[in-house]
């Protein structure tokens, strides 16, 4: 293949100057289409909690802190189910309909929250929706990776995290003004929707050449990349790619072409979790509710959807240009700043006024209190600003970096073979480590407050530096074949530019 893959470069070089990109842009909106469902479903209890835990709420469906913590992170259980599901369906049916099978789990999850009349109607709708959640996060990562070229690999393979980020920001703003019953309601939308148009979208090349569906792998392709492209050349390069990929044997994965971009992938989806981006999302109004903070918590959410939006599409922006690392790098540092500052002010936040103590004195001191007054009710105002800014700061380096790379690494450097697998793996142990950090930042909260869980969030931080610096490689500009090339022949673990 070292042989091949540079003759195979050079042919191609006259023909992706002609490549049309119209059909290929179709298929990858129509299959994040999923990503935003997930996205939408994944802040659903950000709004929604503060009515079931409010004096007010139907007595059927009144939550305590146990209850509202397990409506926030069974839906990350439903997820690693989803995860698992995708194993399975990725490889028997491939990843388009693996897609298309999600919108079945989403929609019955959406139609029982919508009509619930019980806790158990609740529960069970909201685990639905994470599974849906977790079929979509195995399939369609690898599905826009395999229908893409190289030169918008980056850009597409950010789609999904950026069409996650609208999701969550249209249901923190439907959330301003939708009941929120009519919020599941609306939720069967996209599912629907993407449904519609993935029936009219091609299944990748490489699952049809795998097939052995040569002629129709060739009329997908030159769909993708329009009548003016030679399909033959990229067809040549993922046939030989299939040809050279023995079936995945127990023993075969304990060679470094396999258990390194394994535990790559699995450590990356670990740690995107360990930073707390999930219970933050999911609890994203309580914690401003506690946090004091001088806006309606609900306004603040939708701030922080728009600026998590704005900074995914930097990092779209950035992918190929400035390079997987670093942008890790810029995230890493950003979020632990940011969770840094947040654990010092959590940790300092003054407590209610209790009686004042005994004057001791005789002097008067009226009018230095009242400029003491005055200084201290402005440094108040300051620092309840500080939790907006930092978590503004924390979403906005996540979504930089660590968001969006995760789910494009993920799906380049897993081995051709194993992908459909792997990938589902690494979703299952994202999914259950979200479930576990989800379901204990509840009752971290209420028994040490905020400061246990963003001091956390600080250590995981480092530790994710530290895991950029040794252990990810530099996958810019370089096609799948070539960095599966990479792992297989045991080259210098960064990847460098031929010249």
Same mark, same amino acid.
């Given at each position: 293949?070292? *042989?091949?893959?540079?003759?195979?470069?050079?042919?191609?070089?006259?023909?992706? #100057? !002609?490549?049309?990109?119209?059909?290929?842009?179709?298929?990858?909106?129509?299959?994040?289409?999923?990503?935003?469902?997930?996205?939408?479903?994944?802040?659903?209890?950000? @709004?929604?909690?503060?009515?079931?835990?409010? $004096?007010?709420?139907?007595?059927?469906?009144?939550?305590? %802190?146990?209850?509202?913590?397990?409506?926030?992170?069974?839906?990350? &259980?439903? +997820?690693?189910?989803?995860?698992?599901? +995708?194993?399975?369906?990725?490889?028997?049916?491939?990843?388009?309909?693996?897609?298309?099978?999600?919108?079945?789990?989403?929609?019955?999850?959406?139609?029982?929250?919508?009509?619930?009349?019980?806790?158990?109607?609740?529960?069970?709708?909201?685990?639905?929706?994470?599974?849906? +959640?977790?079929? %979509?996060?195995?399939?369609?990562?690898?599905? /826009?990776?395999?229908?893409? =070229?190289? !030169?918008?690999?980056?850009?597409?393979?950010?789609?999904?995290?950026? %069409?996650?980020?609208?999701?969550?920001?249209?249901?923190?703003?439907?959330?301003?003004?939708?009941?929120?019953?009519?919020?599941?309601?609306?939720?069967? /939308? @996209?599912?629907?929707?993407?449904?519609?148009?993935?029936?009219?979208?091609?299944?990748?090349?490489?699952?049809?050449?795998?097939?052995?569906?040569?002629?129709?792998? *060739?009329?997908?392709?030159?769909?993708?990349?329009?009548?003016?492209?030679?399909?033959?050349?990229?067809?040549?390069?993922?046939?030989?790619?299939?040809?050279?990929? @023995?079936?995945?044997?127990?023993?075969?994965?304990? %060679?470094?072409?396999?258990?390194?971009?394994? &535990?790559? #992938?699995?450590?990356?989806?670990?740690?995107?979790?360990?930073?707390?981006?999930?219970?933050?999302?999911?609890?994203? *109004?309580?914690?401003?509710?506690?946090?004091?903070?001088?806006?309606?918590?609900?306004?603040?959410? +939708?701030?922080?959807?728009?600026?998590?939006?704005?900074?995914?599409?930097?990092?779209?922006?950035?992918?190929? !240009?400035?390079?997987?690392?670093?942008?890790?790098?810029? #995230?890493?540092?950003?979020?632990?700043?940011?969770?840094?500052?947040?654990?010092?002010?959590?940790?300092?936040?003054?407590?209610?006024?209790? @009686?004042?103590?005994?004057?001791?004195?005789?002097?008067?001191?009226?009018? =230095?209190?009242?400029?003491?007054?005055?200084?201290?009710?402005?440094?108040?105002?300051?620092?309840?600003? &500080?939790?907006?800014?930092?978590?503004?700061?924390?979403?906005?380096?996540?979504?930089?970096?660590?968001?969006?790379?995760?789910?494009?690494?993920?799906?380049?450097?897993? $081995?051709?073979?194993?992908?459909? !697998?792997?990938?589902?793996?690494?979703?299952?142990?994202?999914?259950?480590?979200?479930?576990?950090?989800? =379901?204990?930042?509840? =009752?971290?909260?209420?028994?040490?407050?905020?400061?246990?869980?963003? &001091?956390?969030?600080?250590?995981?931080?480092?530790?994710?530096?530290?895991?950029?610096?040794?252990?990810?490689?530099?996958?810019?500009?370089?096609?799948? *074949?070539?960095?599966?090339?990479?792992?297989?022949?045991?080259?210098?673990?960064?990847?460098?530019?031929?010249?």
């Amino acid at each position: 293949m070292d *042989e091949v893959t540079p003759l195979l470069q050079r042919q191609s070089t006259s023909s992706e #100057s !002609k490549i049309r990109n119209s059909g290929l842009y179709l298929a990858a909106f129509a299959a994040v289409l999923g990503n935003f469902n997930s996205g939408y479903s994944l802040v659903y209890p950000s @709004p929604v909690l503060p009515n079931f835990q409010s $004096p007010d709420a139907d007595p059927r469906l009144r939550m305590n %802190t146990e209850q509202a913590a397990w409506f926030g992170s069974i839906y990350s &259980l439903g +997820a690693a189910a989803g995860g698992l599901g +995708a194993i399975l369906l990725n490889d028997m049916i491939g990843r388009k309909l693996s897609i298309m099978m999600s919108a079945l789990p989403s929609t019955l999850g959406y139609m029982l929250m919508g009509g619930a009349i019980n806790l158990y109607m609740l529960q069970v709708g909201r685990f639905l929706t994470g599974v849906a +959640a977790g079929m %979509t996060a195995a399939s369609i990562p690898v599905y /826009v990776s395999e229908i893409s =070229h190289h !030169k918008v690999r980056g850009a597409l393979g950010s789609c999904p995290q950026i %069409t996650a980020v609208v999701g969550a920001l249209a249901l923190y703003a439907l959330g301003l003004v939708v009941p929120w019953r009519w919020l599941a309601v609306a939720g069967e /939308v @996209p599912a629907v929707l993407m449904v519609v148009l993935l029936a009219f979208m091609p299944s990748s090349p490489r699952r049809l050449l795998s097939l052995g569906r040569q002629q129709h792998a *060739e009329r997908v392709l030159r769909w993708l990349r329009g009548n003016q492209y030679d399909v033959q050349t990229e067809l040549l390069a993922i046939q030989h790619s299939i040809d050279t990929q @023995p079936k995945i044997t127990w023993s075969q994965l304990g %060679t470094p072409s396999y258990y390194k971009p394994i &535990l790559i #992938s699995v450590g990356m989806r670990f740690l995107q979790q360990m930073t707390g981006i999930t219970p933050i999302l999911v609890y994203l *109004e309580p914690i401003f509710k506690k946090s004091n903070v001088p806006l309606p918590p609900k306004y603040d959410a +939708a701030i922080v959807g728009l600026v998590r939006l704005g900074s995914i599409a930097v990092a779209a922006f950035l992918m190929d !240009k400035a390079g997987r690392k670093a942008l890790l790098y810029t #995230s890493s540092m950003l979020m632990f700043l940011s969770s840094l500052t947040l654990t010092m002010v959590s940790h300092t936040t003054p407590c209610p006024p209790g @009686p004042a103590p005994p004057n001791h004195t005789a002097l008067d001191y009226t009018s =230095h209190n009242d400029y003491g007054s005055t200084f201290m009710s402005n440094a108040q105002t300051a620092g309840s600003i &500080l939790p907006i800014i930092c978590t503004v700061v924390f979403i906005f380096g996540y979504a930089l970096g660590w968001g969006p790379i995760t789910w494009l690494l993920m799906s380049e450097v897993l $081995p051709l073979a194993a992908r459909g !697998k792997a990938s589902g793996v690494c979703v299952t142990v994202s999914w259950l480590t979200a479930f576990g950090l989800t =379901h204990g930042f509840t =009752h971290l909260v209420d028994t040490y407050g905020l400061y246990a869980p963003y &001091l956390l969030f600080t250590v995981v931080c480092v530790v994710s530096l530290l895991f950029n610096a040794v252990c990810i490689p530099e996958t810019r500009k370089r096609s799948l *074949e070539e960095i599966e090339n990479y792992f297989r022949t045991g080259r210098t673990f960064t990847i460098k530019q031929s010249s």
